[in-house]
């Protein structure tokens, strides 16, 4: 088979899996890599205070939301032992995976205590969100917070623009935001082969559960200047050599003409309110 049958093929299994075995694939790590917040929570936090740092922010005291945490309490707990004064973990798909969650005792036993055999956050240093952060926003806004910070998740939402417009309100005045974004098909190996499809057929037979927006760089930052106009984008990836390999491919509405923009594959979204 061609590069193209095998893409198709193996994005059709995985629009089609149900999505109880994606989740069981994901927490395992099989198959489907985990983001950094998973995989390496302490680096992921790491990740974040240099961030602040470079803008002369501390996040010791800082009350953060980290939006779309996984179901794991380790990048919360994480960003406690760097300062934070408290987290709240909210992720509208992803309920709390049990068994890591257990590995993080006795280690972090100053954040998380056991409750009838579980391991649950303790309230005056974790709190887990659930819902739709659309409705969840206005709660969160009568005690504004002082930053969010997110990994992996802004290249799976569909309502890229209302999600922003509710982060954002959550915000007090000169609260940070901060999001890593991977722009690439996340069937690694062909990083802009999700491009080369139509909207129809992408979102029939190719797009996976997890749900893969398409945004490029130009989609982001008009989203952003709207939102949050006191922002920076940092290019963290791009890839011209591989762009070039399929841009007589790529569909028209992700072109923009200027290649080094459209060969991005990862970037950091900074901003403050």
């Given amino acids: 088979m061609d590069i193209n049958t095998i893409y198709i093929v193996l994005r059709s299994i995985r629009k089609f899996q149900p999505e109880k075995i994606t989740r069981t694939l994901l927490r395992r790590g099989v198959l489907i890599k985990p983001g950094l917040e998973t995989?390496?929570?302490?680096?992921?936090?790491?990740?974040?205070r240099d961030a602040l740092l470079e803008k002369g922010i501390q996040m010791r005291g800082k009350h953060i939301l980290v939006f779309g945490y996984g179901g794991r309490f380790a990048i919360g707990v994480e960003l406690l032992r760097l300062g934070a004064a408290h987290v709240t973990l909210t992720d509208l798909f992803a309920p709390p995976d049990e068994r890591r969650n257990d590995d993080l005792l006795p280690?972090?036993?100053?954040?998380?205590?056991v409750v009838n055999g579980k391991?649950?956050?303790?309230e005056q240093y974790l709190t887990l969100l659930y819902g739709d952060i659309r409705q969840t926003a206005k709660v969160l806004a009568q005690h504004p917070l002082d930053g969010v910070v997110s990994s992996s998740v802004y290249e799976h939402l569909d309502d890229?623009?209302?999600?922003?417009r509710a982060l954002q309100s959550t915000l007090k005045p000169g609260g940070f935001f901060i999001a890593h974004i991977d722009l690439r098909d996340h069937y690694f190996k062909y990083p802009f082969e999700m491009l080369c499809y139509s909207d129809?057929?992408?979102?029939k037979w190719l797009n996976p559960t997890s749900n893969l927006n398409r945004y490029r760089l130009r989609d982001?930052?008009?989203?952003?200047?709207?939102n949050l106009p006191d922002y920076?984008?940092?290019?963290?990836?791009?890839?011209?050599?591989r762009f070039n390999q399929v841009r007589a491919r790529i569909r028209p509405e992700f072109i923009s003409g200027i290649d080094?923009?459209?060969?991005?594959?990862?970037?950091?979204?900074?901003a403050i309110k």
């Fill in 39 to 48: 995989s390496e929570p302490h680096q992921a936090a790491l990740r974040y």
């Fill in 200 to 203: 129809a057929t992408w979102k």
């Fill in 260 to 270: 080094e923009d459209d060969a991005v594959m990862q970037i950091r979204v900074m």
């Fill in 119 to 122: 391991v649950h956050p303790k």
């Fill in 107 to 113: 280690e972090f036993s100053d954040y998380l205590e």
């Fill in 160 to 164: 890229v623009d209302g999600i922003t």
């Fill in 220 to 226: 982001y930052r008009k989203v952003f200047a709207a």
């Fill in 232 to 241: 920076e984008v940092d290019v963290l990836e791009r890839d011209l050599a």
